[in-house]
């Protein structure tokens, strides 16, 4: 198969959420508008055989057309401590909650029919291909071996989409851009401008999105810090958000990395407090999780 060709699977979910995303606009309100403050919850849990929903609201799937709605695809991936087995955290974090909490947001806040559990998938399963939109998290310690490096490679340049979140600091950075450079020797990573569409796709945004780990967070506020004074306080490497995407020969966005952030604590931790719910979950991690979703299934 030419690099160019989208597999079939990928290129049926892609035309099937490109055609339901035109809805969205007509049906997504601000979200100040449609949010209620987190939901009254204990975290979810995983255990052996599953996790629980720790009090995610469930929905209805469509009977009708059962197979055509966005599945939130987690990546499994090996480290250099633990492998990717339950063993090995870093895969998992923020997992479930971020996870299940965003497919509710999905499906509340918009006309697309969400899968109520998500997946976790990892790079050498063919199900893989099943999924146009993929994300990664915490990969400070990622491995991939030659058939994950070749399978993610292919999943890329056949219209796959991977949304990587939660490192900081350039030595997370650099240790991910040389896992990246397996796959991809002869490409090199864009850093996006706000002036870039995907900081304004649905939601326009005020600036670049930085969102903190709820706990780091509260460490600025008990010690009467803004978060602003509380990042500016660490060296300065952690100050600046940076979004950058690798694209292929056509120039569409295959990879979005969103270094020196957390937007899936702000998916994870929505209940943690109000606070941090409307400086960040509301103001930040949700809108831009739908602009890079709706960018990277529309583009």
């Given at each position: 198969?030419?690099?160019?060709?989208?597999?079939?699977?990928?290129?049926?979910?892609?035309i099937?959420?490109g055609?339901?995303?035109?809805?969205?606009?007509?049906?997504?309100?601000?979200?100040?508008?449609?949010?209620?403050?987190?939901?009254?919850?204990?975290?979810?849990?995983?255990?052996?055989g599953?996790?629980?929903?720790?009090?995610?609201?469930e929905?209805?799937?469509?009977?009708?057309?059962?197979?055509?709605?966005?599945?939130?695809?987690?990546?499994?991936?090996?480290?250099?401590?633990?492998?990717?087995?339950?063993?090995?955290?870093?895969?998992r974090?923020?997992?479930?909650?971020?996870?299940?909490?965003?497919?509710?947001?999905?499906?509340?806040?918009?006309?697309?029919k969400?899968?109520?559990?998500?997946?976790?998938?990892?790079?050498?399963?063919?199900?893989?291909?099943?999924?146009?939109f993929?994300?990664?998290?915490?990969?400070?310690?990622?491995?991939?071996?030659?058939?994950?490096?070749?399978?993610?490679?292919?999943?890329?340049?056949?219209?796959?989409f991977?949304?990587?979140?939660?490192?900081?600091?350039?030595?997370?950075?650099?240790?991910?851009?040389?896992?990246?450079?397996?796959?991809?020797?002869?490409?090199?990573?864009?850093?996006?401008?706000?002036?870039h569409?995907?900081?304004?796709?649905?939601f326009?945004?005020?600036?670049?999105?930085?969102?903190p780990?709820?706990?780091?967070?509260?460490?600025?506020?008990?010690?009467?810090?803004?978060?602003e004074?509380?990042?500016?306080?660490?060296?300065?490497?952690?100050?600046?958000?940076n979004?950058r995407?690798?694209?292929?020969?056509?120039?569409?966005?295959m990879?979005?990395?969103?270094?020196?952030?957390?937007?899936?604590?702000?998916?994870?931790?929505?209940?943690?407090?109000?606070?941090?719910?409307?400086?960040?979950s509301?103001?930040?991690?949700?809108?831009m999780?739908?602009?890079?979703?709706?960018y990277?299934?529309?583009?």
């Amino acid at each position: 198969m030419n690099s160019h060709e989208l597999k079939p699977s990928l290129l049926r979910k892609r035309i099937l959420f490109g055609g339901l995303i035109l809805f969205l606009l007509a049906a997504v309100m601000t979200i100040g508008q449609i949010f209620d403050y987190g939901m009254k919850r204990g975290g979810s849990q995983f255990r052996e055989g599953g996790y629980d929903r720790g009090g995610v609201p469930e929905w209805d799937d469509d009977n009708e057309l059962p197979n055509d709605k966005f599945t939130f695809a987690r990546i499994m991936y090996s480290n250099s401590s633990s492998g990717w087995g339950r063993g090995g955290r870093s895969w998992r974090t923020d997992f479930p909650d971020a996870d299940l909490n965003f497919s509710f947001r999905l499906e509340q806040l918009t006309a697309i029919k969400t899968d109520k559990d998500g997946v976790t998938i990892s790079l050498t399963d063919p199900a893989l291909f099943n999924y146009p939109f993929v994300f990664m998290s915490d990969p400070r310690s990622i491995e991939l071996s030659g058939e994950e490096i070749k399978n993610l490679r292919t999943y890329l340049l056949n219209g796959g989409f991977l949304m990587v979140d939660d490192f900081w600091g350039d030595e997370m950075w650099n240790h991910f851009q040389s896992v990246m450079k397996e796959v991809f020797p002869d490409r090199e990573y864009r850093q996006l401008t706000f002036e870039h569409e995907i900081f304004r796709a649905v939601f326009p945004l005020e600036k670049i999105p930085q969102v903190p780990s709820h706990d780091a967070a509260e460490r600025g506020r008990v010690g009467g810090y803004t978060y602003e004074d509380t990042i500016n306080a660490h060296p300065s490497e952690l100050n600046t958000p940076n979004f950058r995407a690798w694209f292929d020969d056509d120039d569409r966005m295959m990879i979005i990395a969103c270094h020196n952030n957390d937007l899936a604590d702000g998916w994870e931790e929505e209940a943690y407090k109000v606070w941090f719910f409307r400086e960040f979950s509301e103001k930040y991690s949700y809108p831009m999780g739908i602009n890079i979703l709706f960018y990277a299934m529309t583009h």
